[in-house]
């Protein structure tokens, strides 16, 4: 199983799995323009995609999820049911055919590839998150969280990469420019995990052999790459993990993908 993570911050988010058999991308937060050209940097085909899965309705998570289902003839959307409610206007007419829907409880088979999604607490109709299965090799996708709740503490552990959110650094945001509400729904149980409770879950999660995770939709107002980096590698280290041997601490990007990862359990 081989991965890439297109996009992510509070811009756009898009992520990009692939097995032997299956291609699928998980939401479309930018335009199709900028997918379409993330895929090509890590050598893939727009066309060449199976499904597009989304996690929830938010505009920087289904910005393109129109475009990409329009443009694509072989591409069929994902989606819980109220997800499709609340991204409807958003992403225009969808042929019915490309138009699927999923409870959290499911399995999605694809090929070779088997996802797990589950339920996440943030301010949208019915979001959720993702569990990959490829033969012995998981990969867990987690952001947009308020907290997290042992659901989703259960559905990450044992995942040999792991997407997380890392949102933001709360001293930043208490002295940020935002206004008080938007600041309190950022830090309730509905909004965004900041550094510090990234590091704390990660601790909790973390087993077995060294894990990638790769800390995801940072704010570009209240957050740094670098600062959510020490803040996670502290906590790490308090809890007794040695970065960079018993953890791989990897950063995203809002205007670049990642280099396309493997993940190979031996």
Not at 25 to 43: F, H, N, R
Not at 218 to 246: C, F, H, W
Request: with cysteine; aromatic share 6%; net charge negative.
């Amino acid at each position: 199983m081989r991965f890439s993570v297109l996009c992510s911050g509070s811009t756009g988010n898009s992520i990009y799995v692939e097995t032997d058999q299956t291609k699928i991308l998980i939401d479309a937060g930018v335009s199709g323009k900028q997918i379409t050209s993330s895929l090509q940097e890590i050598g893939v085909a727009v066309d060449d995609l199976d499904a597009l899965l989304v996690t929830h309705e938010h505009s920087d998570h289904v910005r393109g999820v129109g475009v990409m289902a329009r443009k694509c003839k072989g591409l069929d959307v994902f989606a819980t049911a109220g997800t499709w409610t609340g991204m409807q206007k958003q992403v225009g007419e969808i042929a019915d055919d490309k138009r699927h829907v999923f409870g959290v409880d499911d399995v999605l088979d694809f090929a070779d590839l088997r996802i797990e999604p589950f339920p996440i607490s943030h301010d949208a109709n019915d979001p959720v998150g993702f569990c990959f299965y490829n033969g012995t090799n998981k990969l867990a996708l987690a952001t947009d969280l308020g907290y997290a709740s042992q659901r989703v503490k259960q559905a990450v552990t044992g995942a040999d990469a792991l997407i997380f959110e890392s949102n933001h650094d709360t001293e930043m945001l208490r002295i940020g420019p935002y206004p008080w509400s938007v600041k309190k729904r950022i830090l309730g149980d509905k909004g965004h995990l900041s550094n510090e409770t990234a590091g704390d879950v990660l601790s909790e999660v973390m087993s077995g052999d060294s894990k990638d995770v790769y800390l995801a939709h940072l704010s570009p107002d209240n957050n740094m790459p670098e600062i959510a980096e020490i803040t996670v590698r502290g906590v790490l280290t308090q809890n007794g993990y040695q970065v960079g041997k018993d953890v791989m601490l990897h950063d995203t990007y809002r205007d670049k993908p990642t280099p396309l990862k493997t993940i190979k359990r031996l």
